[in-house]
């Protein structure tokens, strides 16, 4: 079971989005300093997108929030509430909810074992009722509930990895790049069900696709080395703005280090499957 399905099932929690603080956060891997005094905010049961090229610090930030990293400078508050120092299954007890880049999903497990793994003591009605609402969401849930989740095609399982959390009603729910290597369509049916869901939860999304997080999102951050280059209302940045930031931001995917803060050389951006623009 793992600790955000345990979350979902606390009593006393609130139904709808919480509101997140991410103040002066810092995090270091040995000499490397992948975060580097981080300040974001992001609005109860809004959608915040933090764009950046590879080896920006994203996922990292990602883990502090989530709580994969609890021993890092500065804090992350709830609804006000510090909750740095607390491990991964107390926050998710809080409603945080994380899904991973990868394993999101148990392969040998059916869609629908899939649904409520680790939710205990539901009844067989709950675990039907449980598999209709990640069938409203995205209804081929329904239709193969019973296939194994390994043998769904790989924008499927994101939908399914999607859908498992979102019935769990989290207060904030972290992604880490549902979008990578799907073709584009499938990435669009997965952030118009993200925008449905705009108020019941709070999103941050680790996205490098620039121009369809900047129509999803409420909010943008660029990160760039561990910093924060760009952050601001989705609205008030032109692409063209965003998409500067982002490219100024990068780096050669060969780099070895990412460069100090302010000695950012300008770079290609990552090579990856989709064009992240
Ligand atoms: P990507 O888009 O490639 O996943 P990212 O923006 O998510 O990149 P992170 O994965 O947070 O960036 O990595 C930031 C920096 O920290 C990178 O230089 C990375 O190599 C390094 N890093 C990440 N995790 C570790 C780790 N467990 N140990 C050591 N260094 C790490």
Known sequence: MTTAETAMESPGRPLHGSALSVRSLSHSYGALEALHDVTIEVAAGTIC????????????????IAGGIT???GSVLLDGTDVSREARFRRARRGIAY?????????????????????????????????????????????RAGTRAGMLSGGEQQML???????QKPSLLVIDELSHGLAPAIV??????????RGATTFVIIEQYVK??????DDVVVLSYGNVALATAAAAVSLDELENAYEIHSRPLDAAQPAPPGGAAPGPLPQQANNPL
């Open 49 to 64: 997108s933090v764009l950046g090229p590879n080896g920006a610090g994203k996922s990292t930030l990602a883990s502090c």
């Open 71 to 73: 021993t890092s400078p």
């Open 99 to 143: 899904v991973p880049e990868d394993g999101a999903v148990f392969p040998a497990l059916t869609v629908a074992e899939n649904l409520v793994v680790g939710r205990r003591g539901l009844s067989r009605r709950q675990r039907h009722e449980v598999v209709d609402e990640a069938a409203a969401i995205f209804p081929f849930l329904g239709k």
């Open 161 to 167: 990895a999607l859908s498992r959390f979102l019935v």
């Open 188 to 197: 669009d049916q997965l952030f118009s069900v993200l925008a449905k869901f």
């Open 212 to 217: 369809r997080s900047q129509e999803l999102a």
